[in-house]
C-alpha cells in the first residue's frame, strides 16, 4: 500500500462518518470542521496503531534521532543542549510507549469530541513536533558530508544518501515514506491543526460527557498493556519487517541483488548550478544533447528503471519459467518456485515485478577471523537455531594486567647410537604483562540465556541440529567473557545491529531456520523446550 491510497482511504471512511453522523444527528455544527475532526482522528488512530504493533521499531527510531541531534548540536551554540539527547536515548522505549499511546488517544478524541480544546491544541503541538523532525531529516539532504547542519552556507543540492535517518518511521514498517513526503504530509496536517485551534467549539461531539471521559481513560489503559505486551512478553503479532516467518532470507537476497544488477539509466536529470532550473531528458534525448549541458554548469543526475525481476515462460525449464538475469545461478529454478509461492502461481508469458531494496540485502555475517560466512549460515539444508542478540548488554567494564607466561624451546641436536635425534628443551621462561577488558554481567539480562537459550542450544546440539548466535560487533574478550558467564559453548559471530533488530524484536531471540526459510521466530520469555520445538515445528 502506498501513502495515496491509504490517504485517499481514510479521506473515504471520514466522509463516510461525517455523513452518517450528520443524517442520524443533529451534533455536527461545521461539516468542515467535523470532516477534519473525522480525517485526521482516524489517520492518528491508523498511524499510532501500525506504531503500537512494534514499539520497539519507533524507539529504535528514536534513538537514530537523539544520535544525530546530538552530531547537529555539538560543536555549535547549541552545544549545551548535545548531553540532553544521549539521556533521551536511555529512555527511548518509554517516549516512544507514550508518543504511540499519546497519539491513537488523541485521534480517538478527535472522533467522538472529548476536550475540544485541549484536543485542538495538543493536536496542533503534536503535529507541529512532526513537522520539526520530518522536515529535519528531509533538510539533512542539502547537507554535504562534514558540514554541519547551522552552517547554510555550505549547504548544498539535495542529496538523498546525505540523511543519516533515512525515514521518519511515521507508519512503523507498514508503509516507508521518504522524508519529503512525510514532510509534506505534516505540512498539510498544519492546516486542520489550526482550524481545530480556532474552530474547536465547533467540533462535534458523541456521547454524554461521562462516557467520552470513560472511552479515553479505558483506552489509554489498554493501549498502554498493549503496547508493552508487543515487546516486554511477546513478538510484535504483526510482522511488517523483510524477516517474517516463511520468507527465505537466501532467495529473498539473491532476488534483491538481481532486481538491483537489473537496473537500467532511463534518463537524466541536469539541474543548473547558479539559476536552479531543472531538465530531464530521455536517455537517448541526452546522448544527443548531453555537449549543450556542460559539468561545470549543470549538476547531472541519472534516472534509474525500477529494480525488476522478469520471468519468461520456458517449457523446458523444471518449472516452467527462467530468469535471465540469473542465467547460470546454481539455484535459478528454486527462485521460480519460491516466486510462485510468494506471487500466489505466476500466468503470461513474460512476468515482471518490482522487488523492493529491503535489510534483507544486509544480511551478512562475520565470523571470528573476519570472513562473510552468511551463505554458509543460510545454505544450511537442515534445520538451525539463529540465536540474535542485537548487543550484549554488560553491567560494568574494566581494564585489568595479567601475567602471561611465555616459554621459549631450544631444539639441540643429540647423537645416539648411529643416528642424530633433535630434542626440545625449554630455554628460557618469560614473563609479561598484557592488558585487557574484563566484564561484569546483569543477572536480569543473563538469566534468559542461562535458563532457556543455553539448554535450548545445548539440546539441539546434541540432537544434530546447529546453534550460533549473531551479535552486534564486539571484540574477543567481551564475547570470551560473556561465554562464561552463560555457560554457552556454540560459535558467536557479529553482525550491524540495525540488522540484528530489524530481524527480531527481543534481545535475545530466537530465529529457527532451514535453507534460509524462517520457520518460527521467539521471543526469549516464550521461547519453548527444544522437544516441543521439534515436536511441532521441524518435520
Not at 482522528?41 to 528514536?62: E, Q
Not at 509534506?184 to 474552530?199: E, G, Q, T
Not at 556542460?294 to 525481476?309: A, D, I
Request: charged share 20%.
Amino acid at each position: 500500500m502506498t501513502i495515496g491510497t491509504l490517504v485517499i482511504i481514510i479521506a473515504i471512511t471520514a466522509l463516510l462518518l461525517t455523513v452518517l453522523i450528520g443524517l442520524t444527528s443533529r451534533r455536527i455544527n461545521n461539516w468542515l470542521v467535523s470532516f477534519f475532526q473525522n480525517f485526521c482522528g482516524a489517520l492518528f488512530i491508523f498511524s499510532g496503531w501500525v506504531k503500537a504493533i512494534d514499539p520497539l521499531g519507533t524507539a529504535f527510531k528514536l534513538e537514530q534521532y537523539f544520535a544525530e541531534f546530538e552530531a547537529t548540536f555539538s560543536g555549535t551554540w547549541f552545544s549545551f543542549l548535545s548531553p540532553l539527547f544521549p539521556w533521551l536515548a536511555e529512555y527511548a522505549i518509554g517516549f516512544s510507549v507514550f508518543m504511540i499511546v499519546l497519539e491513537i488517544v488523541l485521534g480517538i478524541m478527535l472522533l467522538i469530541g472529548s476536550a475540544r480544546k485541549f484536543a485542538a491544541w495538543a493536536f496542533l503541538l503534536i503535529v507541529v513536533f512532526f513537522t520539526f523532525l520530518t522536515g529535519f531529516t528531509y533538510l539533512t539532504g542539502y547537507v554535504p558530508q562534514g558540514v554541519n547542519f547551522f552552517q547554510f552556507s555550505q549547504w548544498g543540492p539535495y542529496v538523498e544518501t546525505n540523511m543519516k535517518v533515512t525515514d521518519c518511521g511515521c507508519f512503523g514498517d507498514f508503509i516507508t515514506l521518504k522524508p519529503m513526503t512525510s514532510f509534506l504530509k505534516d505540512i498539510f496536517l498544519l492546516f486542520p491543526s489550526i482550524l481545530f485551534v480556532f474552530a474547536h467549539k465547533q467540533m462535534h461531539q458523541l456521547f454524554a460527557a461521562g462516557s467520552r471521559t470513560a472511552i479515553v481513560l479505558i483506552s489509554t489503559a489498554a493501549l498502554t498493556f498493549y503496547c508493552f505486551m508487543n515487546y516486554m512478553w511477546a513478538l510484535p503479532h504483526i510482522d511488517f519487517r523483510p524477516f517474517k516467518v516463511d520468507r527465505n532470507i537466501r532467495l529473498e537476497k539473491t532476488l534483491e541483488t538481481l532486481a538491483e544488477n537489473n537496473v537500467e539509466v532511463e534518463a537524466y536529470r541536469m539541474t543548473n548550478k547558479s539559476t536552479g532550473k531543472v531538465v530531464q531528458l530521455p536517455l537517448n534525448e541526452y546522448l544527443r544533447q548531453y555537449k549543450d549541458y556542460p559539468k561545470e554548469e549543470w549538476e547531472l543526475e541519472q534516472v534509474q528503471s525500477q529494480p525488476r525481476v522478469t520471468l519468461i515462460r520456458s517449457e523446458e525449464a523444471p518449472e516452467g519459467y527462467v530468469i535471465p538475469s540469473a542465467e547460470g545461478e546454481p539455484y535459478e529454478q528454486e527462485l521460480v518456485a519460491y516466486l510462485k509461492e510468494r506471487w500466489g502461481g505466476l500466468e503470461g508469458d513474460t512476468i515482471s515485478r518490482a522487488i523492493e531494496h529491503t535489510k534483507v540485502s544486509d544480511f551478512e555475517a562475520t565470523g571470528p577471523n573476519g570472513s562473510d560466512i552468511s551463505e554458509e549460515l543460510l545454505s544450511n539444508p537442515d534445520y538451525s537455531f539463529m540465536i540474535i542478540a542485537y548487543k550484549l548488554k554488560a553491567a560494568g567494564e574494566e581494564t585489568v594486567t595479567e601475567l602471561v607466561t611465555d616459554t621459549i624451546y631450544a631444539v639441540d641436536t643429540v647423537a645416539v647410537e648411529d643416528t642424530i635425534k633433535q630434542v626440545q628443551r625449554i630455554d628460557r621462561i618469560d614473563k609479561r604483562q598484557v592488558e585487557k577488558t574484563a566484564y561484569t554481567w546483569k543477572p536480569d539480562y543473563t538469566s534468559p540465556w542461562v535458563a532457556k537459550v543455553a539448554p535450548l542450544a545445548e539440546a539441539a546440539e546434541e540432537a544434530g541440529y546447529g546453534a550460533f548466535v549473531i551479535t552486534a560487533f564486539a571484540g574477543q574478550d567481551k564475547l570470551e567473557s560473556f561465554k562464561a558467564a552463560t555457560g554457552l559453548n556454540i560459535p558467536f559471530y557479529t553482525a550491524d545491529d540495525i540488522l540484528l533488530k530489524t530481524i527480531i524484536r527481543s534481545n535475545p531471540g530466537v530465529v529457527l531456520l532451514k535453507n534460509g526459510r524462517v520457520i518460527r521466530k521467539w521471543h526469549h520469555k516464550q521461547l519453548p523446550a527444544f522437544e516441543e520445538i521439534r515436536e511441532n515445528y521441524m518435520e
